[in-house]
């Protein structure tokens, strides 16, 4: 029985992304997106709790978001976690940035006071050697092919959905 990565899909799995306020100790979510099986996107801008003051001006010259926009149109922590959990509820969601997102996402529950219903996952472990040696390659030529997107968390989310299935010769 093969227990590790397969290369059979029978459906994408759900992929997310956390843009954050800087990288380090005092660095907090502030726009999360997700892409669902069946392609459905979510994205949300995180409104900061009172004690997330860190702003890293390097950070938002990556992500081109605001902290004045994530103020003003965000969601609170509460809300965006609560959403997550009715939205991936019980299943395993993956990330290119394990580490990072895992610990942002526990910045997010933590002053929710909530517990994720889902589980984080390590995008590495669904790729067999060959597709991780691969998966930068394909990554920048998916990329090319859609042409400039903003770089939003759905829209970073929707690339990895769609180079995973480039990597296993399936369609989108």
């Known amino acids: 029985m093969h227990n590790g990565p397969c290369s059979d899909l029978d459906e994408p799995p759900t992929m997310l992304d956390v843009e954050a ?3 380090g100790r005092n660095s907090y979510p502030i726009e999360i997106g997700f892409v669902l099986p069946d392609g459905h996107a979510f ?22 978001i605001a902290r004045a926009l994530i103020v ?8 965006v976690a609560r959403l997550l959990n009715e939205r991936l509820d019980g299943q395993v969601v993956y990330s290119d940035g394990w580490a990072n997102d895992y610990s942002w996402l526990g910045v997010l529950f933590d002053v929710a006071e909530l ?6 996952e390590n995008l590495r472990a669904l790729l067999l050697d060959d597709e991780a040696d691969r998966w930068h390659t394909v990554k920048q030529q998916v990329a090319l092919e859609r042409g400039p997107q903003r770089h939003r968390a759905s829209a970073d989310a929707r690339l990895l959905q769609l180079t995973l299935l480039r990597l296993r010769g399936r369609p989108p």
Do not use: M, N, Y
């Not at 950070?59 to 081109?64: G, L, P, S």
């Open 21 to 23: 306020s800087g990288f």
């Open 72 to 79: 003003q149109r965000g969601r609170p922590a509460l809300e």
């Open 115 to 120: 517990s994720p219903r889902f589980k984080l």
């Open 43 to 64: 994205c949300t801008l995180i409104q900061p709790a009172p004690d997330w003051t860190h702003w890293d001006s390097a950070a938002e010259q990556v992500h081109h």
